[in-house]
């Protein structure tokens, strides 16, 4: 079994190895800070599909290891039929019940999309949303019927429709606008099992039965059914008789409640009170174990069975006690760490040499290390930097280089003849220019 919660957390519980003590043997976090939404095992239970508030769904393996991850669609196209994935939080997801390899998700992204599980860079078609309202309308709930042909899907204007499970997508084959009040979420849709009819479960506190052919007006309405959450789903038992919702209590301290409808008039059978407080979110009727398991708002999974039809199951759990724990022995002497003997104190003279030269090391002194730059106002003497002085010498711009060197040099020639300390003795008669050798040089040459 394996449920999730809005903390992120899903957890994995296995039967056979469980005590009365009723733990998990694995908890796993899809996506760090999304809710967890949907969580479904393929037909052959082999692998968990799990969809969060993330776009991308995941699928595991029975024990929990990931084995792939589905492609994010690009958030900036606007035509939902060009990107390859869901742009926005999943709602729900549901396996097509033909094999183990395919399935179909809905998001708030307006979009239906089905996926192949051995192609997870892409899905194999997109279906749209129908809606007269502008912009975008999130799609909340997704089933195949049970042989596959047909799916169904709920949009949060209160829309439902139904499509060809193999195309075309342009158009819905039915198409009912109002089929539960508007801006409530439709949480669930469900195909009966063993009949062509289809149920659905509104926010607007209703369950409806509907002929997928004919959507003109449902076949039967139950009322005052509250639903706990954007969770809230259906089940069935194995028959495909009775039908199971949760309720949602107006009291946080109240009995959680569910309510087991018929699925041929929706007329309230039996309301199954779970003597625990909270209201039911989500609930599940086990085909092969007969046991019913609910999940609460109080964060408890409450587990319904019967002594003579339930087998295995929890059953195996209630019979083990609980495995009692190594008790650990406390000592009422005094405690003396290693480092507290003067033998291992790091202040004792260190015999190995290396342990000396690490020590030396670390300190400043005897490592001659460099002064560091000191940035901002200056301290103890030394002259403070700044980003200031840095930037300012990049822009003074050093002009020695446009300056004539001969020009340069004789401003010192009256200088030099009053003190011959810049020209020694040899020079004193020597020009320090000769231009005799270039009389015979064109004009323009002895200009360059």
Known sequence: MATGEHGSHMLLWDFPSMDRSFQSYRTIIPYEGQQIHALKYNPSSTHLLCATGDPRAKLFSSDGRLVSEFKRGDMYVMDMRKTQGHVAGLTAIDWDPRGNNKFASCGMDSTMRIWDCERPLGQEQVVVAKTKARGKI???????????SMIASAQYDGGLSIWPSK???????????????????????????????????????TV???DPRKMTEPLAVATQLPAAGPEANLAFDPSGRWLLTGLEQPQPDSNASVAVLST??????QRINLSLPGSVLSVSWHPELNQIA???????????YDLEKSQRGVRLGIAKRIKPQAAISSTSGPIITPNALPLFRQDQQMSSSKRRREKARQDPVRSHKPQVPLYGHGRGGAIGVNETQHIMKSLIKDTIRDEDPREALLKYAAKAESDPKFVTPSYKDAPVFDDSGMADEPEMKRRK
Request: aromatic share 6%.
């Open 138 to 148: 999130a799609v909340t709930a997704c089933a195949y019927n049970v042989e596959g």
């Open 167 to 205: 195309g075309p997508f342009l158009r819905p084959a039915q198409h009912m606008a109002a089929a539960h009040q508007p801006s409530t979420e439709t949480s669930a849709v469900a195909f009966v099992p063993g009949s062509s009819s289809l149920v659905t479960r509104g926010g607007d506190s």
């Open 208 to 210: 409806k039965l509907w």
């Open 264 to 269: 041929s008039t929706l007329c309230e059978h």
């Open 294 to 304: 609910a999940g609460l708002s109080s964060g408890q999974i409450a587990v319904l």
